[in-house]
């Protein structure tokens, strides 16, 4: 499997290019800024992008979606309590897209309608790669995990030592939902799994479930 992270400037997320080494077929998971910087990394790849997965709509995990669509012409994937959201969420998009495109150079744009409505249980796959899609909301709605190749891209589910905030006005999220999701889907896969997630470097879920303040009780 080839794989890349890309740590985006401004918001300092993580954006992931996953590839086939067979087929040379990849995706592009959260390309939240920079669509220049994470081009170049495809490029050096050799990759063919064939899909984008958001694991939310997050301006800081979407912002540059648009243009790297188009330039990959790749389908984007959301799950579907995501994409039901953004119509309310899409003025504040709009909004940020404006204060944080100036600080950025003017690269974020809200992101364009899903081609792809993901499901809790459904497989993507890259090449002879595959991912479950894993629903684990709180942080936002339709927030999901990747796992799969021994690796789980969590988005802002869990962090290294963290997990993500569930203080958002207005979009039915919460602190009860986000440990739900953690406990019932995340920790119940292997020690060994490398956690991915959407800001800071990577982790296991062995030492999550040992050292994580959140979850160690």
């Not at 796959?125 to 995990?145: A, D, N, Q």
């Amino acid at each position: 499997m080839i794989l890349k992270t890309i740590e985006l400037g401004f918001f300092g997320s993580n954006c992931f290019i996953v590839g086939s080494e067979k087929t040379k077929e990849g995706m592009i998971i959260d390309p939240g800024a920079n669509a220049r910087e994470i081009l170049e990394e495809v490029r050096e790849t050799g990759l063919r992008i064939t899909l984008i997965v958001a694991t939310h709509t997050h301006i800081d995990h979407v912002g540059a979606l648009k243009k790297v669509k188009e330039e990959t012409g790749a389908r984007y994937a959301v799950h579907e309590a995501e994409a039901e959201g953004m119509g309310g969420m899409m003025g504040a998009m709009q909004g940020l897209a404006g204060v944080f495109g100036k600080l950025t150079g003017g690269s974020l744009q809200p992101p364009p309608k899903p081609d792809i409505l993901l499901r809790e249980g459904d497989v993507i796959e890259v090449g002879e790669i595959r991912f479950k899609v894993l629903h684990t909301p709180g942080h936002s709605p339709g927030g999901i995990s990747l796992y799969g190749e021994g690796v789980v891209f969590s988005g802002d589910a869990l962090f290294n030592f963290g997990i993500g905030r569930t203080d958002f006005p207005g979009q039915g999220v919460g602190y009860d939902m986000l440990m739900n999701s953690i406990h019932t889907k995340l920790m119940t896969l292997p020690d060994e799994t490398i956690v991915l997630p959407g800001h800071g470097p990577q982790t296991t879920i062995g030492v999550e479930r040992k050292w994580n303040p959140f979850l160690s009780g």
